[in-house]
């Protein structure tokens, strides 16, 4: 580092590096149209059951942290000025169209050849995954965008070796994103949480950032959830949180695990045994759907908070096998590849008898199809229903070769660069992973949209700037001393 690199000065930067934020706004330009054509021909949005009840609340003032109550109430700010699905799926295109094209231009900075970042650009802009998250209102879709800024984030650590946290207002940034990401799903934090963690013990040099950064987490997200919903009266997710312990007790109801009879009696109150409870290792609904007594549950979860955690910690230490390889099946969709035998995905678009396109569930609210391109309705349908079918779906749709292509390509630039700091650029991927591992209720590709998103994105460009610089003869990384100064312009 000369002199004149010291503090204070900003060395020159090629044309392409100064021209950060407008090449940023061409490669999302291809998303942003893509996505747009999809909200004019699905107009004003697409709406699931959970997305209409998410509607109504909003729109009545009774929150409830079924679905989180603070996406809820993201829905409600960014409808104010207009009162339609369609306001928040724009905010969505765009949000998730400027940050692809974010994540193009900065990752090519490390070697990507621009033919193969354009590529990236149009697979992303095509994925029929992400065209219909981004006009779908589900709270996936926030999730996802900030476990992508989240990586984003570890990129610019990882590149600037730690510097970019001395900052202050990237830690503080780092904070609020983390608080989001905790925030917009039940099992965000471990997300979060378990990113900020890993940044910590690495980046041990940089302890009082990422202590401030972990404290703006923690005040924003107990802070939200406690006197925030509060002063809001949001009502509690009843027995939600049960929901991984309900569909582990009826992996062991199926099984024969032996039940005491004090444990039957329990049982019995909330949905009578027999030979098993209604149960499928791909899906929860089975044994919560139509005919399960949640209101028998709730009253006995207020009454004795920990009488089902007693059962299935009792059934868990007589027959661990059983949680095991439920766990192992209904965890499927994160690591196996290809569809297994009664796993399915579901989009909140469908056709009826009358092979009319539905993309808003029925409702009382007044919410309608009302199509701007009708004639885009079939064939972007026809196309949604191809890409699931199962030569396709696994590419197009399941996230596990996504998330072993992100673990490839960290791998691939760690070995190219020599800096095995890289690998952590898949940490909130991992760390999100982690957490659905335990927790799974179904095998929606919404669930694990974060690995298909950054995957797809940051994994295949890391993969080709790593060939690139193979190829080239080039194996050191970028100049931890020039970082700084590029980075302040991509952020």
């Known amino acids: 580092m000369t002199p004149e690199d010291g503090p204070g000065h900003n060395p020159p930067l090629p044309p392409r590096q100064l021209s950060g934020a407008r090449e940023s706004l061409r490669y999302a330009l291809p998303c942003a149209v893509v996505w747009g054509t999809y909200l004019l021909a699905y107009w004003p949005g697409v709406m699931s059951y959970d997305s209409i009840q998410q509607w109504e609340q909003m729109t009545t003032g009774q929150l409830n942290n079924w679905h989180p109550a603070f996406h809820t109430m993201t829905n409600w700010l960014l409808t104010r000025p207009w009162l339609s699905p369609a306001a928040v799926a724009l905010a969505q295109i765009a949000t998730l169209a400027l940050l692809v094209g974010w994540t193009v231009a900065r990752i090519s900075r490390l070697g990507t050849p621009s033919v193969a970042a354009w590529v990236v650009t149009l697979l992303a802009a095509f994925s029929p995954l992400n065209a219909i998250m981004a006009v779908t209102l589900w709270k996936d879709v926030p999730y996802s965008i900030t476990v992508l800024v989240l990586t984003l984030f570890v990129l610019e650590i990882v590149t600037s070796d730690g510097k970019w946290l001395d900052r202050r207002r990237h830690w503080i940034g780092l904070g609020i994103v983390a608080a989001l990401a905790a925030l917009y799903r039940h099992n965000g934090p471990a997300a979060a949480l378990g990113t900020l963690v890993v940044l910590a013990v690495v980046y041990r040099q940089h302890r009082w950032p990422m202590v401030g950064a972990a404290s703006v987490a923690l005040i924003l997200w107990l802070g939200v959830r406690g006197p925030l919903y509060s002063a809001l009266d949001v009502g509690s997710s009843t027995w939600a949180p049960y929901q991984p312990l309900i569909h582990q007790v009826a992996a062991h109801t199926v099984a024969s695990t032996p039940l005491t009879d004090d444990e039957r009696a329990y049982l019995d109150r909330i949905q009578p045994v027999g ?37 299935w910690w009792r059934l868990t230490r007589s027959a661990p096998w059983v949680n095991i390889r439920h766990m192992a099946c209904a965890s499927s ?25 539905r993309t808003i569930h029925s409702n009382e609210l007044g919410l309608r199809s009302q199509p701007v391109l009708p004639a885009l309705r079939g064939p972007l349908t026809k196309w949604i229903w191809m890409s699931l079918s199962d030569s396709l779906q696994w590419l197009l749709w399941r996230p596990a070769i996504w998330l072993y292509v992100l673990l490839g390509g960290v791998l691939l630039i760690s070995i190219q660069t020599h800096r095995w700091a890289y690998l952590l650029v898949a940490a909130p991927v991992i760390c999100h992973s982690a957490g659905l591992l335990l927790t799974n209720l179904g095998q929606e590709a919404r669930f694990h949209y974060p690995a298909h998103l950054v995957g797809l994105v940051v994994g295949v460009l890391l993969v080709c700037a790593a060939i690139a610089r193979a190829t080239s003869g080039s194996s050191t990384s970028v100049s931890v001393d020039e970082r700084p100064a590029v980075l302040d312009r991509s952020t």
């Open 275 to 311: 030979d098993g409870w209604p149960y499928s290792c791909y899906w929860t609904f089975p044994t919560v759907g139509a005919t399960f007594r949640r209101d028998a549950l709730w009253t006995m979860i207020q009454d004795d908070r920990l009488g089902l955690v007693r059962v």
């Open 333 to 357: 969709i994160i690591w196996q590849v290809s569809s297994p035998n009664g796993g399915f995905y579901s989009t909140a678009i469908w056709v009826d008898g009358d092979k009319r396109v």
